[in-house]
Structure formats: C-alpha cells, structure tokens
C-alpha cells in the first residue's frame, strides 16, 4: 500500500471509528469504550506517519515543520485535516 493511501485511510478511518464509538458512548453500549480507543489509536497512526512525512519533507523549512509538528501533537484531528486538505500536495515529494 502506498504512503497517500495509508495516511487517507488511517485518517478517516480514525474519524469514523471515534464518531461511531461516541454515539455508542451516548446510547450507554458497552463497545464504545473499544471503538473509541481503536479510533484514537488510528489517529496516532495517522499523526505518526504524517510527522515522518513533514520531518522528510525537502520543500518547506524548519519552522514549518515546528508547526505542523505541534499541531499534530496538540491538535490532532483538525490539524491532520487541514494537512489532507490542503497542505499536503505542496508539502511531499513528487
């Protein structure tokens, strides 16, 4: 599997799994709690992958990357999409 679909789909699959584990939470099931924590887990996937691929990332400089940095770690899920949006076609090698 190439690196583009591996951060698409850790990604979204992160989003549907904690949206899908947060209406089980609010309905009381008892498979929210594992939903919820394999969703968290894909997002830390997606966030590993995606500061690996920023920390590689010949086309933009050190600050850049200091930011992308902490918004992954501090902002996870709308930094992660705002970079699948819109930054991450400037950002990685073609």
Same mark, same amino acid.
């Given at each position: 599997m190439n690196t583009n679909a $591996? #951060?698409?789909q850790s990604y979204s699959l992160?989003?549907?799994m904690t949206i899908i584990g947060?209406?089980?939470k609010i309905n009381?099931?008892?498979l929210a709690t594992p939903i919820m924590a394999i969703g968290l887990i894909l997002l830390l996937v $997606? #966030?590993?992958a995606a500061i690996y691929e920023v920390m590689n990332s010949s086309k933009i400089g050190g600050?850049?990357?200091f930011m992308w940095i902490i918004g992954f770690l501090f902002f996870?899920?709308?930094s992660g999409f705002v970079?699948?949006?819109s930054a991450r076609k400037r950002i990685i090698k073609n």
């Open positions: $591996f #951060i698409r992160s989003i549907l947060a209406i089980l009381h099931n008892t $997606f #966030i590993i600050n850049e990357k996870g899920s709308i970079y699948l949006v």
